[in-house]
Structure formats: structure tokens, C-alpha cells
């Protein structure tokens, strides 16, 4: 909830609109926690009667850092999941599959995206460990590319993917298992994430260098109204929007 405070101090200067529905924060169910992500999101209602629920892992927490607080609070809740899933829902005016439907390169790419905005907000200042968790996040996710290449199109073995990321990340062996087991039955989900995240962020530099002093990243943020689309779309939505001829 700390964390929370400090970003809605913040989120003001990079959002024009959040969402109707509040945020609550709890554990999972301990029955299902030791085969979950270190956490998810599960979306409100669209009129804001249901809040929106960042689930975190409390399943072996001896292995869980504590340095990867803000990035998970920023990745699940805000201005992540929580933004992008709640605006497009409360917006009426988009037909029903673009308020509820989801490309999880876009989702997950804008996750991501909003880990990067703890760093720009000032959220790591005099926080050199929860800088880390940060670094340690980028680099979890380009390792992810590697082993969910490795499994599904070079045929690595279960251990060899467990080992390799491991070796990569120094994550403990008990949630690098799960992780593994979690890419080995939904290929390239994993890749997406960073995909989606790079597309993010090459949209926004390419708006900056095109608009330069007149850029407003609010503005720019708002596309979120518009609902979850492919990203192909995203960048013809994004240009347009912008003024940027595709």
C-alpha cells in the first residue's frame, strides 16, 4: 500500500484518466499459490462496483526478493494491468470484444512498459535495491525469450530451460520450475511480453522525435481508452493519433 501512494502521487503527471474501479491487494488462495506467477490481476467490474484485485504469491517466500516490490506493484496494478484493462472497459463506446478481448503482446507489452515508468516517475530514488529488482525484471524477461525459444523451437529439455534460467537470473530453483512448467504448456507467451514492450517503446520515441516540445505523454497514454488490439494496429492507431502518416 506504501508503494501505492507513492505512485498515485505521480500518475497524475502521466495519466489524464484512471480508472472508475479501485485496486485491492491480496494473497492468492494458498490451495493454488504454489503453481502461480509471483502475481496477476484479476479486472473489476466496468461501472467500478468491483474493484480490481492485484493477487501476489506469498508461496515459499523465502525465495521471493522483496527488491522486486514497486516493478510487480507497477506491472499488476498501477498504472498496469489495472489501467489498461479498467479504462477499456469502462469505455461504452468500443464494441463489446475490444472492451473485454485482450492480445496479450499488447497487455503484457504495456505491463512491461509501465515497469520502465517506475524509473522515469522517480520511484528508485534512494532505492538502489528496488533499482535492482527493476534491472533484475528486464533481464528476467529477455531470458525469457531465450528459454521459450530453447523449449519450442530448438527442443530443450525441461532442466536444461530450468538450469539456463537459473544460471541467468539467480532466481531460486523452486519458482524457476514453475516458470518453466508455465512456458512448456503456452508457447510463446513469454516472448511476447518483451515484443510487446519494445513496440511500446519505439511508438513513443517515434511520436516524441515527431511532435518534439508539443509531445504530451498523456496524450500519448490515452490510447489505452481504445481498447487491447494487435500491435500492427497499435502503430496505426498510435500514428494517427499523433498525427504521423503510417
Known amino acids: 500500500y506504501d508503494i501505492g501512494k507513492r505512485v498515485d502521487e505521480k500518475i497524475g503527471d502521466y495519466f489524464s484518466l484512471t480508472p472508475k474501479a479501485d485496486l485491492v491487494i491480496k494473497p492468492y488462495d494458498p490451495s493454488i499459490e504454489q503453481f502461480q506467477a509471483g502475481g496477476s490481476y484479476q479486472s473489476g467490474t466496468p461501472d467500478g462496483s468491483r474493484p480490481g484485485t492485484f493477487n501476489f504469491n506469498a508461496y515459499d517466500l523465502p525465495s521471493r526478493l522483496t527488491t522486486g ?32 478481448g485482450g492480445t496479450t503482446s499488447f497487455v503484457e507489452g504495456w505491463a512491461l512498459y509501465s515497469e520502465q515508468l517506475a524509473d522515469e516517475m522517480g520511484l528508485y530514488e534512494g532505492d538502489p535495491l528496488g533499482q535492482v529488482g ?5 533481464l528476467f524477461r529477455a531470458t525469457r525469450l531465450v528459454v521459450d525459444s530453447g523449449m519450442h523451437a530448438k527442443r530443450w529439455s525441461r532442466e536444461k530451460a530450468t538450469d539456463f534460467l537459473i544460471a541467468t537470473t539467480g532466481i531460486a530453483r523452486g519458482r524457476s520450475q514453475g516458470e518453466i512448467d508455465r512456458y512448456t504448456v503456452w508457447p510463446g507467451q513469454a516472448c511476447s511480453y518483451k ?14 522525435k515527431k511532435q518534439g516540445a508539443a509531445f504530451d505523454i498523456k496524450q500519448f497514454h490515452e490510447v489505452l481508452t481504445l481498447g487491447a488490439m494487435p500491435l500492427d494496429i497499435l502503430k496505426q492507431t498510435v500514428r494517427r493519433r499523433s498525427g504521423i502518416a503510417s
Open 195 to 208: 515484443i510487446g514492450h519494445t513496440v511500446w517503446n519505439d511508438l513513443r520515441e517515434e511520436v516524441k
Open 69 to 100: 516490490n514497486v516493478t510487480l506493484y507497477l506491472h499488476e496494478g498501477e498504472p498496469g494491468h489495472h489501467f489498461q484493462i479498467s479504462l477499456a472497459q469502462e469505455n461504452e463506446d468500443l464494441p463489446a470484444f475490444m472492451r473485454f
Open 134 to 138: 527493476y534491472l533484475q525484471s528486464l
